[in-house]
């Protein structure tokens, strides 16, 4: 008998574009949260006094 050698790389192509893939959707992910939180931080972050318009 002969031994079979894989020389199909679709396989392994397969599943480095998977895991690339899926580090790139992570990578995303955790970028818009960043850009979520720090949105969101800056909306409740109380006004400065020397900002306010002056009143009488």
Known sequence: MTK???????????????????????????YASRRRDKAAAEKLAPPHPEDSPETD
């Open 4 to 30: 079979k050698t894989d020389k199909n790389l679709t396989g392994k192509a397969a599943l480095a574009g998977a895991a690339i893939g899926s580090a790139a959707v992570a990578a995303a992910l955790l």
